[in-house]
């Protein structure tokens, strides 16, 4: 989310409200996207009004969409449930009350960085781990109840905030380096750190992190669904039956293919079964296991 009026079932919006009628349910993490040309105190003026949007149209799809800030959320009747998140600590300006200010609003996760170096620590195209002001993120970020996602960060962030605790986190948009070697890709160790944990990795379905080389439209769909299984294959491979779900990373990315995010997932479900993947782990990748994790680190009702 990156737009304080776009509407949820906007056709600009690829993974819109419209776009779920393939599915009988879904979960999907809705991230605030800090963009660093904004620069931080204007991406957190950004946050409000884009939050408000996003809980105006709930509103007006109320019974259909549900925001998730506590487990029991998790267990309501709309076909869509939401997690919020922030993508970039960028717009926190190293306060940390301003993480307060988020958590009020309801962010349940947060992608530490995207790119190059903010208050947090490094990214994955830079060398540098936490920052000092990082260090006293993660902690608050657990002692709250927000998530920790290690998406976009360095090696040296990863195995800095591992270090810190046994406290599940989730690499939300991220694949196999093993696969493409691209640095925003984990490592094996780096995967099999967040199984150990219990956390959640999520298949990230943008070319260029999954097929070593390629553009962001330099590619063919069926080359596409197929790089997707490699990857997930990989992952079953290192133990990932039950930490593997779909990252997307596709909504305002250039694709060529014609698949918007949920039409692709439905093609790549078919590709999975083609491929002799058990039903029944597919079905965890697509949701099972992301409800399961949700279930296990979302607050209980009262405990926020």
Not at 93 to 98: E, S
Not at 191 to 218: M, T, Y
Request: aromatic residues 10%.
């Amino acid at each position: 989310m990156y737009n304080d009026r776009l509407p949820i079932d906007s056709e600009k919006l690829d993974g819109g409200l419209s776009e779920f009628a393939f599915f009988d349910r879904a979960f999907q993490v809705f991230a605030v996207w800090s963009d660093k040309k904004r620069g931080g105190q204007q991406n957190y003026i950004d946050f409000f009004p884009t939050v408000s949007n996003l809980e105006r149209e709930i509103e007006k799809h109320s019974g259909k969409i549900r925001l998730c800030t506590e487990k029991e959320d998790l267990f309501g009747y709309e076909k869509l449930k939401l997690i919020l998140a922030v993508e970039g600590a960028d717009l926190l300006c190293g306060n940390i009350v301003r993480l307060y200010d988020l958590h009020r609003r309801g962010v349940r996760l947060l992608t530490l960085m995207w790119q190059g170096n903010n208050c947090a620590g490094g990214a994955h195209d830079t060398e540098n781990g936490l920052s000092e002001f990082g260090k006293q993120l993660v902690c608050e970020c657990i002692k709250l109840g927000i998530i920790i996602d290690l998406s976009h960060a360095s090696r040296s962030t990863f195995s800095q905030v591992t270090e810190m605790g046994d406290f599940p986190v989730v690499a939300s948009h991220s694949n196999a380096y093993s696969i493409c070697p691209h640095t925003r890709n984990l490592l094996d160790d780096e995967f099999c750190e967040i199984v150990q944990r219990g956390g959640l990795v999520g298949i990230n379905l943008h070319a260029p992190f999954l097929i070593q080389g390629a553009s962001a439209v330099d590619y063919t769909p069926d080359e596409l669904f197929d790089a997707c299984a490699e990857h997930i294959i990989y992952f079953l491979s290192l133990g990932g039956e039950k930490t593997l779900a779909l990252g997307a990373d596709r909504d305002g990315i250039p694709h060529t293919d014609g698949y918007t995010p949920a039409r692709f997932v439905h093609k790549l479900y078919e590709k999975l079964l083609q491929k002799n993947i058990d039903e029944k782990i597919i079905k965890d990748i697509f949701i099972g296991n992301a409800k399961r994790f949700f279930e296990k680190t979302l607050p209980s009702k009262g405990r926020i």
